[in-house]
């Protein structure tokens, strides 16, 4: 058995999660208790296997009372991100077919929310007080959910995640937590910091998973770099999942406020969701140690990789070997190229996903050749040893004068200058390339947003670039629009010049 209610048998009082802050406490036993009393609920709303329920909630403890529920009910469970407006939660709703939303009404979106036809939907308040009459044993017919996530939308409209639902029992072993397991060695002697939003992939499954193995969750309101360090060396945190941006903003804290925390408990840094540049990755191994541990995957499942710190030392830039299905680089045509050669990442034999309700979607994500080989869009090479570089997103791509120019190296060059909070480089309209580098810049200090520091970005780039990538203009923009999974939603950095919109308050 991988589940909580395991837990909840032999050890009732241990905590199953807790909030940093010290908002909430919810025990194994209590998890199991509400997770059945949701049960019962849904099915009294004539919820039954195989629907569709959602929650649009922020990091609280009910995120895990709802998603325990659902998975003995035999649901798909999604999350809803928080910063969504109310038009795109409800395509989210619409699209998965969701039957009860169970949201906060601190959420901004949910005052434009229209109230979808035949969904039920519950406050934090009223979900807590239904809860309380409900029986507090398993329903008759549980069945195993899963969770239906939608991609974060960067590129275009979210896509909806859907596999099929797990057979056998709810209690069964089950593979992301084996995983996770046997790649890490997590267990219930851990204790897991998750810092990130709940509402995405990584951290509702890593969580989920470690109550499968019974370990302890402590989960962050909203992360904040002197917070996440001292959430560590309070909570004796052995693992912890965060994204490179999380990385950057530790490491730009005041050197005494990154040594004035005990952080010897700490056993395991996991990190995924974006590219890492290779200069922050050295500064957070120099800091903490050989103890960072780097994947490659997506919500779809289809395949994945994974890197040590050693392996990494040795490998600068890599994001690692094959770990779930088998790797492969192709061409435009499906064309499987050999090592070194740039091209589309596949993997085969991982899970089959479908883009939930979009054909065509699903069918571009597939080989022209080889229809079982999947792709997220990304491109990339393999060297020699089977190590897989990570180049940019397909739909990344700027194409100025018939040269093709990726922006992460430019965008990991940006991000490594002190003064620099973030960077994002896009392709901009030109009149005889049809499209120019732009770098569009947060600044660690909105004063530097000058001209003068514009040109010496633009130095900066060339001192370390070939000149084809680097930006011929630097704009500068306040806060970009990087979720706190760390991507970037650059689709709308590069509407603003695509549309015709101005750019941001300084430019060169």
């Not at 089950?174 to 204790?191: F, H, K, S, V």
Request: proline share 8%; net charge negative.
């Amino acid at each position: 058995m991988t589940h909580p209610r395991l837990y909840a048998t032999i050890h009732p009082d241990k905590p199953a999660v807790i909030m940093s802050d010290g908002s909430a406490i919810l025990t194994y036993g209590a998890l199991e208790e509400r997770a059945n009393r949701g049960a019962q609920l849904l099915r009294r709303l004539g919820i039954n296997r195989g629907d569709s329920i959602a929650f649009w909630l922020p990091n609280c403890p009910e995120v895990f009372e709802v998603y325990w529920a659902g998975q003995r009910a035999g649901l798909y469970v999604t999350p809803i991100a928080t910063p969504l407006t109310g038009a795109e939660a409800a395509y989210i709703i619409e699209n998965s077919g969701t039957r009860l939303l169970v949201a906060s009404s601190a959420i901004p979106g949910m005052a434009d929310l229209s109230h979808p036809p035949d969904v039920t939907i519950l406050s934090i308040e009223q979900w807590r007080a239904a809860l309380d009459d409900q029986l507090a044993t398993p329903i008759d017919d549980e069945a195993p959910g899963f969770h239906m996530v939608y991609s974060s939308g960067t590129t275009g409209r979210p896509k909806g995640v859907r596999l099929p639902l797990p057979e056998g029992g709810v209690t069964d072993p089950y593979l992301i937590a084996i995983q996770i397991q046997g790649r890490y060695g997590l267990g219930e002697n851990d204790i897991y910091l998750s810092p990130a939003p709940l509402y995405h992939t990584a951290p509702l499954a890593y969580t989920t998973a470690c109550h499968r193995l019974g370990a302890t969750v402590v989960q962050m309101p909203k992360f904040e770099a002197e917070a996440a360090i001292a959430a560590i060396a309070t909570h004796r945190i052995t693992a912890t999942q965060m994204v490179p941006t999380m990385f950057v903003r530790m490491l730009k804290l005041p050197e005494a406020a990154r040594r004035a925390h005990d952080l010897s408990s700490l056993r395991l840094v996991i990190h995924a969701a974006a590219p890492c540049p290779v200069p922050v990755k050295r500064q957070m191994i120099d800091w903490l140690g050989p103890i960072l541990y780097e994947y490659y995957g997506g919500s779809e499942g289809n395949g994945s990789t994974g890197i040590t710190s050693e392996e990494w030392l040795h490998k600068p830039g890599s994001v690692g070997r094959a770990t779930w299905g088998t790797l492969h680089i192709c061409d435009e045509d499906g064309e499987e190229l050999p090592p070194g050669r740039e091209g589309i990442v596949y993997f085969e034999g991982g899970w089959n996903f479908q883009y939930h309700g979009d054909a065509e979607k699903t069918r571009d994500s597939r080989n022209p050749r080889h229809p079982n080989w999947s792709t997220l869009g990304d491109i990339g090479y393999v060297d020699a040893d089977g190590y897989l570089f990570l180049t940019d997103r397909k739909s990344y791509m700027i194409i100025s004068g018939g040269v093709n120019i990726y922006p992460q190296e430019v965008e990991n060059l940006l991000i490594t200058h002190p003064r620099v909070a973030d960077a994002a480089v896009i392709g901009v309209p030109h009149p005889e390339f049809g499209e120019a580098v732009k770098a569009v810049v947060q600044p660690l200090d909105p004063a530097d947003a000058t001209p003068a520091f514009a040109e010496e970005l633009i130095a900066f780039c060339r001192a370390n670039l070939s000149p084809l990538k680097c930006p011929r203009s630097v704009d500068f923009d306040l806060a970009l629009p990087r979720m706190d999974n760390g991507k970037l939603y650059k689709r709308l950095v590069r509407d603003r010049y695509w549309q015709g919109k101005s750019g941001a308050a300084a430019a060169c």
